[in-house]
């Protein structure tokens, strides 16, 4: 009977010290992120899904605080392509949008990652052939954003990246990929 208990008792202590040296392990391990405090603006430009393939234009104003990343963002996007088959062919297809997203990213001295969603406002200007004739409209929706962003830092200020958004919404959704500058605010 002794013996069994301190088989029990020696399993956990044995537990309790890999517990113990486990959660050390971890709090070792622990990095502030390297994008806390940081802010930074950008510019893209690329192609988007919406009205066949559109052309698109976006800023944003980015900061990561203690917890997660903010994310302002107006963005523009233009019919590029028309369809054979459109009869409205003396004004294209628009969309704008501004947005604001959370979401997280990590970094390093030469690279960035974020990712974020959130909600936003469109305005989208297309042709409508209601009451069985053509007219130009222009209607407001509110939209769920996302966008992944990918970058490189070319030196302390400036950096290049990819990134890759969608706006989900009633009027047009749409998914994009755009390449752009980041600039970092001191």
């Known amino acids: 009977m002794a013996n069994q208990f301190m088989r029990i008792h020696a399993k956990n202590i044995a537990l309790l010290a890999l ?15 390297p994008l806390k405090d940081k802010k930074w603006a950008s510019l893209s430009g690329g192609i988007n899904s919406a009205d066949n393939i559109s052309w698109q234009v976006m800023g944003n104003l980015s900061s990561r605080g203690d917890f997660f990343v903010t994310q302002l963002r107006l963005g ?3 019919e590029l392509i028309v369809p054979v088959n459109d009869p409205f062919t003396f004004k294209k297809n628009r969309l704008v949008e501004l947005s604001y997203l959370l979401g997280d990213g990590w970094g390093g001295k030469q690279w960035y990652a974020t ?5 936003g406002l469109n305005v989208r200007m297309y042709a409508d052939s209601g009451d069985y004739q053509l007219r130009y409209v222009t209607t407001l929706s509110p939209a769920i954003p996302a966008q992944i962003d990918f970058g490189l830092q070319l030196n302390k200020q400036w950096g290049a990246g990819i990134s890759v958004v969608g706006n989900l919404n009633f009027r047009q ?14």
């Open 76 to 78: 523009y996007s233009q």
């Open 19 to 33: 517990l113990l040296m486990f959660g050390r392990f971890l709090n070792a391990q622990y990095k502030e992120n």
């Open 115 to 119: 990712g974020t969603v959130g909600f």
């Open 173 to 186: 959704s749409y998914f994009g990929a755009l390449l752009g500058v980041t600039y970092r605010m001191k």
